[in-house]
């Protein structure tokens, strides 16, 4: 049974818009009192604490998941932080959804990824420029043959700064799923001969939101764990993944900003990677 099992879904208007959510939380005094112009999507918890602990920052107010987010004072609030709300793509949509009915045209999304590929050791850095749709969210918003794929404009200037960092960074493809304990070897095998770089449970879904919505979204992601030897080979505690995760974000907001939120990118066209 194809997702979604309602045929011809996408030809229909949404029952309830995140703007219709957004009025009705304005009507009620809920919203933020502040807006950032980026916004940094985090998975890691520990990530997420130390930003809180050690960056001067401010909340923006409100409820709902805009008491999450905090904006760094070191960027005159023009970039915003979100994390300690879990993983998955599910949660991360709706995060994204109700970020850009308030206001933010620039999201960047980074995390912790299981590597495909032999030669990605712990802490290596995937810029993703594109991800397999095997998780059930992108398929509501776009039809199966639609590409997911980040915005390029914001993808080249996060990785710039990457660069910049002087991390070991590989481009390339991910693989999105939603249930890393239903990951097979059978899969990663096929994906890694496909040349998909990782493994992740939120690229996909994100991407094709922020082109239904037309904002610039990126995303890069630091191997945590392997998968490419057909069994399963854990680094969450490796020094170079602390480290890297750390400069990861560090580009995240040193990130110029771009004029790429026109939202074409994976609007159209057939990804060559299997479903």
Request: aromatic letters at 8%; proline letters at 5%; one cysteine or more.
């Amino acid at each position: 049974m194809a997702i979604p099992r309602f045929a011809n879904k996408h030809d229909h208007v949404d029952f309830l818009s995140p703007t219709a959510m957004r009025d009705w939380r304005r009507e009620r005094g809920l919203l933020p009192e502040r807006v950032p112009e980026r916004m940094i999507i985090l998975y890691q918890n520990g990530l997420w604490r130390g930003v809180r602990e050690f960056e001067a920052t401010s909340a923006i107010g409100g409820d709902a998941y805009y008491a999450r987010v905090v904006t760094l004072d070191r960027t005159d609030g023009r970039v915003g932080v979100i994390g300690g709300f879990g993983i998955g793509a599910p949660v991360a949509a709706v995060i994204l959804e109700d970020l850009i009915a308030l206001g933010v045209r620039e999201f960047i999304s980074m995390g912790t990824a299981g590597g495909l590929q032999p030669d990605l050791a712990p802490g290596a850095v995937v810029v993703c420029t594109s991800a397999v749709r095997d998780e059930g969210v992108s398929h509501h918003y776009a039809r199966d043959d639609v590409l997911a794929a980040p915005d390029p404009a914001l993808t080249e200037s996060f990785a710039a700064t990457i660069d910049a960092a002087g991390l070991p960074t590989r481009r390339g493809a991910t693989w999105t799923i939603d249930t890393p304990y239903r990951e097979t070897a059978a899969e990663a095998e096929h994906y890694r001969a496909d040349g998909v770089l990782c493994v992740e449970m939120e690229a996909a879904a994100l991407f094709v939101v922020a082109a239904h919505r037309r904002v610039a979204i990126a995303s890069a992601f630091c191997i945590s764990d392997s998968l490419a030897d057909a069994e399963w080979n854990p680094h969450f505690d490796h020094p170079g993944l602390v480290h890297n995760l750390l400069a990861l974000y560090g580009a995240a907001v040193d990130a110029p900003r771009t004029s790429g939120t026109s939202g074409t990118s994976g609007t159209s066209g057939t990804s060559s990677m299997s479903r």
